[in-house]
């Protein structure tokens, strides 16, 4: 979600109102998440662990709060967004007190 909304920032697609939006949020984001790639480099690496990917677990409501504003940008794109919940999205390749990175199974 968060990569999608910087590529329509990046095409100068956000209305102002947006722009600030994004960069509110991302600096929030930045202030009360950890990024993964900080603990790890290689957490994202495409070649390392394909289609790695960050899940919020459902505890960390505070973070899950702050969604629903960038599916509505989305969504005024008409970029179709849906809330996946699973038990075991794939194998563990990071985790934090509010998220868990993962290489789904099918890649491994």
Request: aromatic share 10%.
């Amino acid at each position: 979600m968060f990569g999608l909304v910087n590529g329509l920032a990046k095409h100068g697609r956000l209305s102002p109102q947006e722009e600030r939006f994004k960069d509110e949020n991302h600096a929030w984001f930045h202030a009360n998440l950890i990024d993964p790639s900080d603990v790890d480099p290689h957490v994202y690496d495409r070649v390392l662990n394909p289609k790695a990917a960050a899940w919020f677990k459902p505890t960390a409501t505070h973070l899950l709060e702050r969604l629903p504003g960038y599916l509505i940008i989305l969504a005024a794109r008409d970029v179709e967004c849906v809330r996946v919940e699973m038990a075991d999205p794939g194998k563990v390749i990071y985790e934090d007190h509010h998220q868990v990175v993962v290489v789904p199974y099918a890649t491994e």
